[in-house]
């Protein structure tokens, strides 16, 4: 079956703080892709990649940095956590194929105080 | 104005009810429809996936696709306390180069269904 594995599944961080999220999936896809959800704003799409070393800018980049070292892994990174960084942080795989779903892991909820 | 639009709700009904949930797009070239469900506390999955206009059944769900009026509904009959989830349309169009494979969420429909 079909698995993203997100590291964490809650994470508190202070303001400041560097923040390393990550992400494998287990299904050799080619596309990952990072979102954060908030109440009211459903998901927002911050990075994706489509291929290893490679990504691309999503809705809301700005804050925000990736890396695609390996095809299996996908990471976000917050340079410098804000408040307003605090939210449920989603990654997703898919086949890059224009039908095809996204497998989400279960998301981490990221506090940062 | 959003390129995928979805009501959040809530949406509360008593179980048996008929669950109708609506998206409206504006971008002509989508042509893959989805429907996901999330659950509290976890990922979306998907539920249900469309192509062009028509409708397509799968148990107690109906998805249909009016491209011509760039509107995409999901239909639960008989609805059970156990459908009570976030509900988000997306779609997808024929891309191209780095946006293969991306795709357009609306922001969910949150809905209840009450024993």
């Known amino acids: 079956d079909v698995k993203v594995t997100q590291s964490s599944r809650y994470l508190v961080k202070r303001t400041g703080e560097k923040v390393f999220l990550e992400c494998v999936q287990d299904m050799d896809h080619e596309n990952m892709f990072w979102y954060r959800q908030d109440p009211g704003l459903g998901l927002r799409l911050i990075y994706f990649s489509y291929d290893v070393k490679m990504k691309e800018k999503g809705d809301i980049p700005e804050g925000y940095s990736v890396s695609r070292e390996k095809k299996e892994r996908f990471s976000l990174i917050l340079e410098s956590a804000s408040t307003n960084q605090t939210s449920m942080y989603l990654c997703a795989s898919s086949l890059r194929s224009y039908n095809s779903p996204l497998h989400f892991g279960n998301g981490t909820r990221l506090t940062v105080t | 104005q959003k390129e995928v639009e979805q009501d959040p709700g809530p949406l509360s009904v008593p179980e048996g009810a008929i669950v109708s949930l609506n998206c409206t797009y504006s971008?002509?070239?989508?042509?893959?429809f989805m429907w996901y469900r999330q659950y509290s506390r976890k990922g979306p999955e998907l539920l249900m996936y469309t192509y062009s206009s028509g409708n397509k059944e799968d148990g107690r769900f109906t998805a249909q696709v009016d491209k011509s009026s760039k509107y995409i509904s999901l239909f639960i009959r008989d609805s059970q306390p156990s459908d009570s989830a976030t509900y988000l349309c997306?779609?997808?169009?024929?891309?191209?180069?780095?946006?293969?494979?991306?795709?357009?969420f609306g922001r969910g429909t949150q809905l209840t269904v009450w024993p």
């Open positions: 971008n002509s070239a989508f042509q893959y």
């Open positions: 997306a779609m997808s169009d024929m891309g191209r180069g780095s946006t293969l494979g991306r795709l357009y």
